[in-house]
């Protein structure tokens, strides 16, 4: 069993940053890929970033593309969401994730465990 907590959220003003952690236990994250998912009110879970057990080959949803950065350290069991010029729009529960593959994927069936989330509010 992997356990996956995420810390790091806030309020925020746009344009601010934030940098979103996801500390794993229970299982050494390396050999699998890892995702960033997030919810807004009223709206389904959307894929936000994905990174490969490597740490080499990264996947961003087109509305964060050039504003976020997905990064892991495996001897940490940590993987991070470094998140600039955010937007109004980035307001959401951040989730991360644990994918059963180690190519990253957008896909949220294709990962195992998820963490509890942490809140991101970003004010105009």
């Known amino acids: 069993q992997v356990q996956l907590v995420e810390s790091g959220g806030g309020l925020v003003q746009a344009g601010d940053s934030l940098r979103l952690s996801c500390a794993a236990s229970?299982?050494?994250?390396?050999?699998?890929?890892m995702g960033w998912f997030r919810q807004a009110p009223g709206k389904e879970r959307e894929f936000v970033a994905a990174i490969s057990w490597t740490g080499g080959s990264m996947a961003y949803a087109d509305s964060v593309k050039g504003r976020f950065t997905i990064s892991r350290d495996n001897a940490k069991n940590t993987v991070y969401l470094q998140m600039n010029d955010l937007k109004p729009e980035d307001t959401a529960v951040y989730y991360c994730a644990d994918a059963r593959l180690a190519s990253p994927t957008k896909y949220a069936y294709e990962y195992n465990y998820w963490g509890q989330g942490t809140q991101v509010t970003v004010s105009s």
């Open positions: 229970g299982r050494t994250l390396s050999y699998y890929a």
